[in-house]
């Protein structure tokens, strides 16, 4: 089974400039998330989709962060303008959809490493 | 407000002996906890995870324990090996609604030959 693809690995920027991020998650996962982590902390949810539906987005910066996840698969976070403190890893995981009362664990991808100068 | 944390951003255990990472949770609607890997340059690795109808889990090497009264959960490594040198989140969520996950800070774990 492939894993959760995000590219590309690393962007650098500069402040002010806008930046974009793509996400493939496994296959026949409904929900996606995308996540910040910061250096020194665990990841931070940022957007939570269920198909191309927003669940969560309430530590979303919608002044300058947007996302999709059109036809329910594939997803883009964008910032626009960044800034020094966007400096992060991006990650995206996705899961199965709860059976039940069961949750199922959210599969994370390898993340984009963002550096704003 | 952290609602989860893990106090000890650092551990050093010898080969072949038991890691035990703790974690610490204060919102008591959390009902499913977890326990991610994280090699540098990747992403988390799902570990173990645990119900709250539950108070211990255990898969091989791995076993999480579960202390709802002190909303205390820890990991267990038994033996440890020098691959389990790694950094550890635990992550807790409630499983009615948007099962958002809440990540502690992680602990560095550094297996010692």
């Known amino acids: 089974e492939a894993g959760v693809a995000q590219s590309p690995r690393y962007k650098i920027i500069e402040k002010r400039q806008s930046v974009a991020f793509w996400c493939n998650p496994i296959?026949?996962?409904?929900?996606l998330y995308w996540y910040q982590q910061i250096l020194g902390q665990g990841p931070k949810l940022l957007i939570q989709?269920?198909?191309?539906?927003?669940?969560?987005d309430s530590q979303l910066p919608k002044d300058r962060f947007s996302a999709e996840r059109l036809k329910g698969v594939d997803s883009t976070l964008k910032i626009q303008p960044a800034k020094l403190e966007d400096s992060a890893v991006y990650l995206c995981?996705?899961?199965?959809?709860?059976?039940?009362?069961?949750?199922?664990?959210?599969?994370f991808g390898d993340g984009t490493r963002l550096s704003i100068l | 407000d952290q609602q989860v944390k893990q106090n000890s951003p650092s551990l050093s255990v010898q080969e072949g002996r038991i890691s035990i990472l703790n974690c610490d949770y204060t919102?008591?609607?959390?009902?499913?906890f977890l326990w991610y890997k994280k090699y540098p340059a990747e992403g988390p690795t799902f570990l173990i995870s645990?119900?709250?109808?539950?108070d211990k889990n255990e898969d091989g090497r791995f076993t999480v324990f579960l202390n709802k009264s002190a909303k205390h959960l820890s990991l267990h490594i038994v033996p440890s090996q020098p691959g389990d040198s790694a950094v550890y989140f635990c992550?807790?969520?409630?499983?009615?609604?948007?099962?958002?996950?809440?990540f502690g800070q992680g602990t560095r774990l550094t297996i010692n030959p």
């Open positions: 995981a996705s899961s199965q959809a709860p059976r039940g009362l069961r949750n199922q664990p959210q599969h």
């Open positions: 296959s026949g996962h409904a929900t």
């Open positions: 989709f269920q198909n191309n539906g927003v669940v969560d």
């Open positions: 919102n008591s609607m959390f009902d499913y």
């Open positions: 645990i119900s709250s109808i539950k």
């Open positions: 992550a807790a969520s409630v499983t009615r609604g948007a099962q958002k996950l809440v």
